[in-house]
């Protein structure tokens, strides 16, 4: 999703206690490639989300939000390690709007915005993750990124749509792992199932190469005896790509053209009838690009 951008000032890459970022503040990953701060979505006056978004790319595509289903409501709020060590969202009374809710963190937590767009926490400097924001998608799939099912433990991730184009508060549609085989994936509007894939049988689920930028881009799914999980990927040397699920249900795969300075579609599910399934077998996401 795009949104208008606001003034902001630029700080490191990184959040630490003491160290809160304003609504006018981001964190800039080491690279450059993404941002972290506050946003105003659409034409909404006074509901500030913290997210990120694409950095050296024109105008704000927000790819994460944190509150999404709680506005900062308060200009003078901010985000920042709160004193248990969770990233959060906090007003100007110091209550907390939204936390990444991870337990046992010491008061030395440092949270990252790494180069790929993952945000992640560690209790202390060079410590093991604690949270990272890839583990807690909200409707957008980068590279690098996984939706897991787990058969031994309440792990599920999901995609899910935005409200409408102006309201990243959680909207009616979803996508992820079939619970009942875990060898499909399924987008629902609400509990009732829209689309769905074909039964995996071991091979990648989709693949598309954009003849103009040559990037490459994958879809596969991995399964072990616990764990199921659905990754997108991306060659080395790739341009900007990302799976969105939209407010309408459409799951798509966007590529960033340079040319144009715009993202292109080169897929999009389902399409009619609903369902994954190609013509003459080719698989999901290899179909030509289209103008967005």
């Known amino acids: 999703m795009s949104s208008p951008c606001v003034e902001l000032i630029s700080a490191s890459d990184r959040l630490q206690r003491g160290r809160p970022v304003s609504v006018n503040q981001t964190i800039v990953s080491t690279g450059g490639n ?5 946003f105003l979505p659409g034409n909404s006056i006074g509901k500030f989300y913290a997210g990120i ?3 050296n790319l024109p105008g704000r595509t927000v790819v994460w939000v944190a509150n999404r289903e709680k506005p900062l409501l308060d200009p003078s709020g901010v985000l920042a390690i709160a004193p248990d060590g969770n990233i959060s969202v906090l007003d100007s009374e110091g209550s907390v709007v939204w936390s990444s809710n991870a337990s046992a963190i010491s008061g030395n937590a440092t949270a990252v915005l790494q180069d790929d767009g993952n945000l992640v926490l560690r209790a202390e400097e060079g410590s093991a993750v604690v949270w990272q924001s890839f583990d807690h998608p909200t409707d957008t799939l980068l590279p690098g990124m996984k939706l ?11 995609l899910i749509g935005w409200r409408d184009v102006e309201d990243p ?9 079939d619970p009942r085989t ?3 994936l399924i987008i629902w509007r609400g509990s009732e199932i829209r689309a769905r894939s074909q039964v995996w049988t071991g091979n990648q689920i989709g693949a598309t190469r954009d003849p103009i930028s040559l990037s490459i881009f994958l879809l596969s799914l991995e399964a072990n005896g616990e764990e199921t999980s659905v990754k997108f990927s991306a060659a080395e040397g790739s341009t900007a790509g990302r799976i969105v699920l939209d407010f309408t ?8 053209d340079n040319r144009t300075k715009n993202w292109t579609v080169v897929a999009s599910e389902p399409r009619p009838p609903a369902k994954f399934t190609t013509p003459a077998g080719r698989p999901p996401y290899a179909t030509p690009a289209t103008p967005l």
């Open 182 to 184: 875990t060898l499909q």
């Open 249 to 256: 249900g459409y799951l798509k795969g966007l590529l960033w």
């Open 148 to 158: 897991r099912r787990s058969s031994q433990s309440n792990l599920s991730s999901t």
């Open 53 to 55: 978004w694409y950095n």
């Open 34 to 38: 993404f941002a972290l701060g506050f």
């Open 169 to 177: 508060s959680p909207g009616n549609f979803s996508f992820g792992i």
